[in-house]
């Protein structure tokens, strides 16, 4: 049995998961076709528990964005779009390009023997349909406030991909901290999400400055009523927003580390 299958089949982990994609990365360098290979592993993969991250990796994802397909996609159920990325890749890493006079600072063989469309690296991700596994999302600006940050991978200018994305139904996980800045109409963008996502567990808006009309505009969205999560730190909350979400009855789903009284604590994550 090669190697691949003994892994999709055995106890599924992070450990597994890493062996996998390295030895399919493998197969890839000797000038393997993965699609069949990401075919036949896809069913075990899928039997695996969607709380075990398949993260996609680094390299993966900046093929998939010069590319707008990639098979061996499709068999992750995460995707990092962070500065965090250049936290543990430093010398790989480089933002995706996101309007049409980008520049390529091409640091590896994303683009060999490819000839890229029109879109860019940004819209060929959110628009990829091999990530219709995707159960997390993360596109937050790690490091904001950090002057030797590279900058983030993406920058979402307005709602407009995340919110046609084919994977965004999928989604349990999402983090948005530092990514809202630039949208016109933050609370309606966020409730228009919200109803778009509706298999979403966890939401993080945190460092977004949205505000109190915002947060009581977010607090009385239907939607927001089946999170058991969302993280509000640094979004200017005050009485007014606390007491809505209370009322919406968002009162243990809501960590708000500006007020002491809504951080959440441990009996309330056990039963969120």
């Not at 299958?5 to 062996?19: C, M, N, P, T, Y």
């Not at 933050?186 to 919200?194: G, K, R, V, Y």
């Amino acid at each position: 049995m090669e190697r691949e299958f003994e892994l999709v089949r055995g106890e599924a982990s992070k450990a597994a998961w890493d062996e996998l994609t390295a030895a399919l990365e493998a197969r890839r360098a000797a000038g393997e076709d993965l699609a069949a290979w990401a075919e036949a592993l896809a069913p075990a993969l899928a039997r695996w528990p969607d709380s075990v991250p398949r993260l996609l990796p680094l390299q993966w994802t900046y093929r998939l964005a010069a590319r707008g397909s990639l098979p061996e996609a499709a068999l992750a159920n995460a995707l990092l779009l962070s500065d965090r990325w250049a936290m543990t890749h430093f010398e790989e890493f480089r933002p995706l390009t996101q309007r049409d006079d980008d520049a390529h600072d091409i640091l590896g063989d994303e683009y060999d023997d490819v000839v890229p469309d029109a879109r860019t690296e940004q819209e060929r991700v959110f628009q990829a349909r091999e990530l219709g596994a995707l159960r997390s999302l993360d596109v937050a600006f790690f490091s904001d406030d950090n002057p030797y940050s590279p900058g983030p991978m993406v920058w979402l200018e307005s709602p407009a991909l995340l919110l046609a994305a084919p994977f965004l139904a999928g989604l349990h996980a999402l983090n948005l901290s530092h990514a809202l800045a630039s949208w016109d109409d933050p609370a309606a963008a966020l409730i228009e999400l919200l109803r778009r996502a509706p298999a979403l567990r966890r939401i993080d808006l945190s460092h977004n400055d949205l505000g109190e009309a915002a947060l009581i505009a977010l607090a009385g969205c239907p939607e927001a009523r089946q999170l058991p999560r969302i993280v509000l730190t640094g979004n200017g909350s005050g009485e007014a927003s606390r007491q809505a979400f209370a009322a919406a009855g968002l009162r243990r789903a809501v960590e708000d580390l500006d007020d002491e009284d809504y951080e959440m604590g441990e009996d309330d994550a056990d039963e969120a």
